[in-house]
């Protein structure tokens, strides 16, 4: 009798373990929300030095993206503001979650493609990243508060996240679409027939296979089909998101679209996903090139070939 198949290999970063802790967090969340943003900001040195200090991992992962972004050898200065961008950005959630917006000066580029989905009422997908504040979109729900959005994760990520979500603030409704269920693509389905925009971030996947190595920062990177796939399926367009921290209370918030597969005919899906696959890692790379420090994919995104030599 033949063995069955063995499961695909797990992705590199979904093999470690996630560094968080709620009683920390809901003791974050009461210094931020008391004390005040620029009370609460200086925290944030002490978790940005400790990470530089005692992560070696990450660090090692901080300083191979810092050299193919910045095109040269990244100093000790470069490292620890890379740690402290990411830690501002996860700070900034309590507010932004908080609907605190008047705390931010947001600049928001391709306004009206969220406009346009809206008033067309066909829903879409948002295609994120690990780079900046997804939740940062959260401002448009202030503009456009007749505009739902939704999240897909993977189903133990949501239980986290939603869990992180309740400890910030109890009151508010998070829509999260966990990913790996029998009924996720069904909720999907009718999430966008109802005109909800769709949220995920596109540049992982839990399975280290079903991925396209394309060229992103001078090497060779695997990005991952399924989310644009799905976006095909069901025939909706895709948007390009990101919300870049440049610095004290300013956001960047920038969308694009890049693909539509409304009138895609399914004898060309599969080029018109990885065409779509293709533009979105140049997206990706452009706002990397915009907000260097914004990156937060602290593994070996990179093929082991391209790794560059750092001193």
């Given at each position: 009798m033949p063995l069955p198949p063995a499961p695909p290999p797990r992705?590199?970063?979904?093999?470690?373990?996630?560094r968080s802790s709620m009683f920390w967090l809901r003791v974050m969340t009461w210094i931020s929300l008391r004390l005040g943003r620029p009370a609460a900001r200086l925290v944030l040195h002490l978790i940005a030095a400790y990470f530089l200090a005692f992560s070696p991992a990450a660090r090692r992962a901080s300083r191979n993206y810092l050299a193919?972004?910045?095109?040269?050898?990244?100093?000790?200065?470069?490292?620890?503001?890379?740690f402290h961008t990411f830690a501002t950005t996860i700070h900034d959630r309590v507010y932004l979650i908080n609907d605190r917006f008047d705390l931010f000066d947001l600049e928001i580029v391709g306004e009206h493609i969220i406009q346009d989905i809206g008033a067309h009422g066909r829903g879409a997908f948002l295609m994120g990243g690990h780079l900046g504040s997804f939740e940062a979109v959260r401002a448009l729900g202030r503009r456009y508060p007749r505009l739902d959005f939704a999240t897909l994760m993977y189903e133990d990520n949501a239980r986290k996240i939603n869990a992180?979500?309740?400890?910030?603030?109890?009151r508010v409704q998070h829509n999260l679409i966990p990913l790996g269920r029998l009924d996720s693509m069904l909720k999907v389905r009718e999430g966008l027939d109802a005109g909800m925009v769709v949220g995920i971030l596109a540049d992982r996947s839990l399975d280290a296979g079903a991925c396209v190595e394309l060229p992103f920062l001078g090497g060779t990177a695997a990005f991952p089909l399924g989310p644009f796939r799905m976006a095909a399926m069901l025939r909706r367009p895709v948007v390009?998101?990101?919300?870049?921290?440049?610095?004290?209370?300013r956001y960047h918030i920038h969308?694009?679209?890049?693909?539509?597969?409304?009138d895609t005919p399914a004898g060309g899906r599969d080029a018109a996903v990885r065409a779509a696959l293709a533009r979105y890692s140049a997206c990706l790379e452009a706002q990397c090139r915009r907000a260097p420090y914004n990156w937060f994919n602290?593994?070996?995104?990179?093929?082991?070939?391209?790794?560059?030599?750092?001193?």
């Open positions: 992705a590199e970063w979904a093999t470690r373990p996630e193919r972004v910045l095109d040269r050898p990244p100093r000790l200065g470069d490292l620890y503001r890379h992180m979500l309740s400890a910030i603030n109890p390009f998101m990101a919300g870049l921290h440049t610095g004290g209370n969308f694009e679209l890049i693909a539509d597969f409304s602290f593994f070996d995104f990179w093929q082991p070939r391209d790794t560059p030599a750092i001193p």
